[in-house]
């Protein structure tokens, strides 16, 4: 499905949803168990949460290793056994998705937007299954609605924390050679969606500051890309190519090719800083950490682990869930090592921006709500 294609249906999701709290919460009637708990709160008899990774893999010490944190967090809370298939390639999604109806999961949750088409044609055959779908709606048939009632989606408008993550990207670069860059692992909109954030950030910067910051590797509508989501030569040479032209911060959007980019930045000489993606990149990769100047986090891990402890308690909802910085479903991480080496006002502006994202008088576009 193109960008386009999933711009009515994320709009109304946008917009009937920004308010619901997270997975589980929502305002749907809850499920009624069919089954006794056990005692404390566990699991209803026979729930078994499965998942199936992106090509990624569940250590890419980002998206795909945050949603299976949220899965073992909350089967380790309910009692219960998991069971997770890593992807290698898109021809595994189907496979792999059978395989888990196969050994009697109760709940599949899919990692990622190039899941979609799997997953719906996967939930409509088993109904009696229950679905989560992190980063995409599954509107297979572009009715703008879902595909099916046992699908929830977990969605996340990343564009308000990469918003900040470029305003706070265009103040390093202010003093320095003025040039910022983004790249990714493949134009998906749950990938453009950082880099046009990171954009109006860093145009929301030279409209305050009369600036004239630079984006590199992100044009609005096509961009820098390596084609997947691997640290490999591709991702190597995408780096590279930024760093050739100057720039002061790099942004790498796609699971573990920000490790291509940190190994570039580290042989360039140059200080140059990193801003991670979906966690905090800090805490889970320890060796990039003096590199980062912050992570646009998305809260995958708890929006999983709430689904699933709803899920085996006997009460999925499938209200979508979408983060926002309001609700805490993005947001931007701490600078850690990098607090002594930004402007001192900073920290103190980006709460006025987040304020004004938050009750609209900084407008953040992004396929969210186009």
């Not at 692992?185 to 990938?191: D, E, I, K, Y």
């Not at 084609?227 to 991702?235: E, I, L, M, P, V």
């Not at 402890?309 to 999925?316: K, S, V």
Request: glycine share 12%.
């Amino acid at each position: 499905m193109t960008i386009s294609t999933r711009k009515s249906v994320f709009a109304g999701l946008a917009a009937v949803s920004v308010v619901v709290a997270l997975a589980g919460c929502g305002s749907a009637p809850a499920a009624t168990p069919t089954s006794s708990e056990a005692a404390g709160g566990g699991a209803v008899d026979g729930f078994k949460p499965c998942m199936v990774s992106d090509a990624g893999g569940f250590d890419d010490k980002s998206f795909n290793q945050l949603g299976f944190e949220g899965m073992v967090a909350a089967s380790d809370a309910l009692g219960v056994e998991y069971k997770q298939v890593q992807s290698d390639s898109e021809a595994d999604f189907a496979p792999n998705l059978t395989s888990l109806v196969d050994q009697n999961c109760t709940l599949i949750i899919t990692v990622g937007f190039a899941l979609a088409s799997a997953a719906g044609e996967s939930a409509t055959a088993n109904p009696d299954i229950e679905y989560v779908s992190i980063d995409d709606v599954v509107d297979n048939d572009f009715d703008g609605k879902t595909d099916a009632e046992n699908i929830k989606p977990i969605v996340f408008d990343t564009s308000q924390a990469a918003f900040l993550a470029g305003y706070a990207a265009a103040s390093y670069s202010a003093d320095k050679d003025k040039k910022v860059g983004t790249f990714g692992g493949q134009n998906f909109p749950t990938v453009s969606i950082f880099m046009d954030g990171f954009k109006q950030g860093v145009e929301y910067w030279n409209a305050q500051k009369s600036d004239t910051i630079q984006v590199l590797g992100w044009d609005g509508t096509d961009g820098l890309f390596t084609g997947a989501f691997t640290a490999n030569q591709d991702a190597i040479n995408a780096a590279q190519g930024l760093v050739d032209q100057g720039v002061d911060v790099l942004l790498p959007v796609g699971g573990p090719i920000y490790q291509s980019a940190a190994s570039v930045i580290r042989a360039s000489g140059r200080d140059i800083a990193l801003i991670g993606v979906d966690a905090d990149v800090y805490e889970t990769d320890p060796s990039v950490a003096d590199l980062l100047l912050t992570s646009v986090r998305k809260g995958i891990d708890v929006g999983v682990e709430d689904a699933v402890n709803a899920a085996g308690q006997g009460e999925f909802d499938n209200t979508p869930f979408v983060g926002t910085l309001e609700n805490d479903g993005v947001g931007l991480a701490p600078f850690h090592d990098f607090e002594s080496k930004i402007s001192p006002d900073l920290q103190g502006e980006l709460d006025t921006i987040s304020a004004g994202i938050i009750d609209g008088s900084i407008p953040v576009t992004s396929y969210l709500n186009q």
